[in-house]
């Protein structure tokens, strides 16, 4: 079972601006409450009590915010990074320490996806595995495709989009370094070697990019609730 998790909340937002100069995009609200928050009590309903969180723009916000996280009922440590962040590969090998040996999930701040982490396959054999959502307008081309269960870099005439949602064995990140970079060419290189498996979901998700994407995912969302989805 999947102990740790680890919510990536150090990006600056620039596309959130001005909105996100004086709030983190992890504290962005949607629908009354934080990004953040939303991953939080969704990690914890799929029975993860421990999440790590690497900090950079104004992350005191975040920290000051959710504390050690006593308040929702599981424990918060941070993983602080300097001005600029990590990004994604450079943050999680830095937040190594905190995670530990054992497999962990890693979910992106900026997005919305009520997932079932719960529900994952046996992922015994690879060493990460990815969520894939259909194409968003934004997006149209895609990121991977699906080789049978294993995640593909060949150009197939079908590909989906990376959710931001990952799973990763510890071992992934042998000889990786504290620097900034995406975690991005990683996953490809493991792709190449089959050691990446993947899945597509049809659960609801949005990329809260832009603040016009933050007002169709509210949008959304209240439609959801009304049956009209």
Request: proline content about 5%.
């Amino acid at each position: 079972m999947i102990k740790k998790a680890m919510i990536l909340a150090a990006g600056r937002g620039k596309r959130l601006q001005p909105l996100t100069n004086i709030t983190p995009k992890a504290l962005v609200e949607l629908n009354g409450l934080p990004l953040i928050v939303h991953h939080i009590q969704n990690l914890k309903r799929c029975g993860i009590n421990e999440i790590v969180i690497n900090l950079s723009h104004l992350g005191y916000k975040i920290e000051q915010y959710l504390g050690n996280g006593q308040s929702f009922g599981i424990k918060i440590s941070y993983s602080h990074e300097q001005d600029g962040g990590l990004e994604t590969g450079g943050g999680i090998v830095n937040a190594l320490p905190l995670l530990g040996d054992e497999p962990f999930l890693t979910v992106n701040a900026d997005i919305y996806c009520p997932f079932a982490f719960n529900e994952l396959p046996n992922l015994k054999n690879v060493l990460a595995h990815v969520v894939l959502v259909e194409n968003p307008s934004h997006n149209p081309n895609g990121d991977y495709a699906i080789d049978g269960l294993l995640l593909s870099t060949r150009k197939d005439p079908k590909q989906y989009t990376f959710s931001g949602i990952a799973f990763y064995q510890a071992q992934f990140f042998e000889n990786c370094q504290i620097n900034k970079y995406s975690v991005t060419p990683l996953i490809k290189k493991m792709a190449e070697r089959n050691l990446v498996s993947a899945q597509l979901t049809k659960t609801i998700w949005h990329d809260i990019g832009t603040e016009e994407r933050l007002q169709q995912a509210k949008q959304s969302i209240i439609s959801s609730s009304r049956g009209h989805y």
